[in-house]
T-cell receptor
Framework: ELKVEQNPLFLSMQEGKNYTIYCNYS?????LYWYRQDPGKSLESLFV???NGAVKQEGRLMASLDTKARLSTLHITAAVHDLSATYFC??????????WGAGTKLIIKP | EAGVTQSPTHLIKTRGQQVTLRCSPI?????VYWYQQALGLGLQFLLW???????NRGNFPPRFSGRQFPNYSSELNVNALELEDSALYLC???????????????FGPGTRLLVL
């Protein structure tokens, strides 16, 4: 069965702290996506990781992909309140079909 | 540049009814994807259309169907609605697969469907 598991599913942290969200998947894929969703809003593309070892950074967020370990991480550096949202990873399993993780709800307290 | 648009924003139906949801992709995008997001859950892939053809289908019953028009807009039809069909239905669009940037899907605001 194709599975994409995010860990943790809920995270409450203080501003200024660092933390990592993990995305494990059960099938071979070299294409992984990270999206952000604010409450009541649609999804916003954050990163597209297209190969093993890919690393992308945007502001306080950095994403990496290890296709051999079937693992992607989303690292948050010196968190700020504006990063509070739900973060989803999604794995392309072929033919542009994405399997999505359940999402990590991130709350950053001032 | 206008983003992906969806209509209606909200819809209330009763069991057994039929519903049609609409999606207009970003100008220049030829692929349209449909997803179901049940409350508190991740997204479930429903359908992918590219240049008017259904290219892939998720694990949903046949009462979920759709089509893509020559202008690349798309409709999602759900027949014989069931209570568990209550969800946010998201449409996304992308450039043609294989094109630079074609791998990124851009999402619309969604249609929230409530089945009573």
């Amino acid at each position: 069965e194709l599975k994409v598991e995010q860990n943790p599913l809920f995270l409450s942290m203080q501003e200024g702290k660092n933390y990592t969200i993990y995305c494990n998947y059960s099938t071979t894929s070299d294409r992984l996506y990270w999206y952000r969703q604010d409450p009541g809003k649609s999804l916003e593309s954050l990163f597209v990781l297209l190969s093993n070892g890919a690393v992308k950074q945007e502001g306080r967020l950095m994403a990496s992909l290890d296709t051999k370990a079937r693992l992607s991480t989303l690292h948050i550096t010196a968190a700020v309140h504006d990063l509070s949202a739900t973060y989803f990873c999604a794995v392309d399993v072929g033919n542009y079909q994405l399997i999505w993780g359940a999402g990590t709800k991130l709350i950053i307290k001032p | 540049e206008a983003g992906v648009t969806q209509s209606p924003t909200h819809l209330i139906k009763t069991r057994g009814q039929q519903v049609t949801l609409r999606c207009s992709p970003i100008s220049g995008h030829t692929s349209v994807y449909w997803y179901q997001q049940a409350l508190g859950l991740g997204l479930q892939f429903l359908l992918w259309y590219d240049e008017g053809e259904e290219r892939n289908r998720g694990n949903f019953p046949p009462r979920f169907s759709g089509r893509q028009f020559p202008n690349y807009s798309s409709e999602l039809n759900v027949n014989a609605l069931e209570l568990e069909d209550s969800a946010l239905y998201l449409c996304a669009s992308s450039l043609k697969m294989g094109e630079l940037g074609g791998e990124t899907q851009y999402f619309g605001p969604g249609t929230r469907l409530l089945v009573l």
